[in-house]
């Protein structure tokens, strides 16, 4: 199985900050990634997918980057709605895998 | 508009069986790779398999030879069939859109099983 690893875990900030989550597989995956953000009670919501393209009705203050084994989601200014966890999840072949989350919290 | 209606979870003793179903409606359901994926409380996210017809599914290794996902195209309906639960199958879970490299880009709204004596 491919092992996909987040960092940080948590991650504390503030309004209006750039804020980066950093993704890793265990081998190469191209650019079949996807990120996802998950609100308490909600499904996982769409943000990137293929590595690097926004998801329709995502706002563009999300970004993706990155290809093989090492990914970063970016959020250039962080509002208080995104205030969630976000998680990376390979497709590359049948056996989905995920990260296991960062969640942003207010600082 | 993509819809995805989970149903069919509950409390369910060890070594019981439930039934999950998943309503599909808002896009060409018939043939498309459908997943389900499962969360336990507090916990992150664990694909569980995959299905694109009777002949094409696959499991993770958790749930092989438990689990049996398979589908009805003249209702639009997915289904998991969850036998020999364990107290670890406790979680949500979800019914997606998507296998293989095709990525999940639609989600239910999950339904929880509870698997406890």
């Known amino acids: 199985d491919i092992q996909m690893t987040q960092s940080p875990s948590t991650l504390s900030a503030s309004v209006e900050d750039r804020v980066t989550i950093t993704c890793r597989a265990s081998?190469?995956?191209?650019?079949?990634l996807a990120w996802y953000q998950q609100k308490p009670g909600k499904a996982p919501k769409l943000l990137i997918y293929?590595?690097?393209s926004l998801q329709s009705g995502v706002p563009s203050r999300f970004s993706g980057s990155g290809s093989g084994t090492e990914f970063t989601l970016t959020i250039s200014s962080l509002q208080p709605d995104d205030f969630a966890t976000y998680y990376c999840?390979?497709?590359?072949?049948?056996?989905?895998?995920f990260g296991q989350g960062t969640k942003v919290e207010i600082k | 508009e993509v819809q995805l209606v989970e149903s069919g979870g509950g409390l369910v003793k060890p070594g019981g069986s439930l039934r999950l179903s998943c309503a599909a409606s808002?896009?060409?359901?018939?043939?498309?790779?459908m997943s389900w994926v499962r969360q336990a409380p507090g916990k992150g996210l664990e694909w569980v398999g995959r299905?694109?017809?009777?002949?094409?599914?696959d499991y993770a290794a958790p749930v092989k030879g438990r689990f049996t996902i398979s589908r009805d195209d003249s209702r639009n309906t997915l289904y998991l069939q969850m036998n020999s639960l364990k107290t670890e199958d406790t979680a949500l879970y979800y019914c997606t859109t998507g296998g293989g490299t095709y990525f999940p880009d639609y989600w239910g709204q999950g339904t929880l099983v509870i698997v406890s004596s």
């Open positions: 299905i694109k017809s009777k002949t094409e599914t």
């Open positions: 808002g896009f060409t359901f018939n043939n498309a790779w």
């Open positions: 081998q190469s995956i191209s650019t079949w």
């Open positions: 293929k590595a690097s």
């Open positions: 999840q390979q497709y590359s072949n049948y056996l989905w895998t």
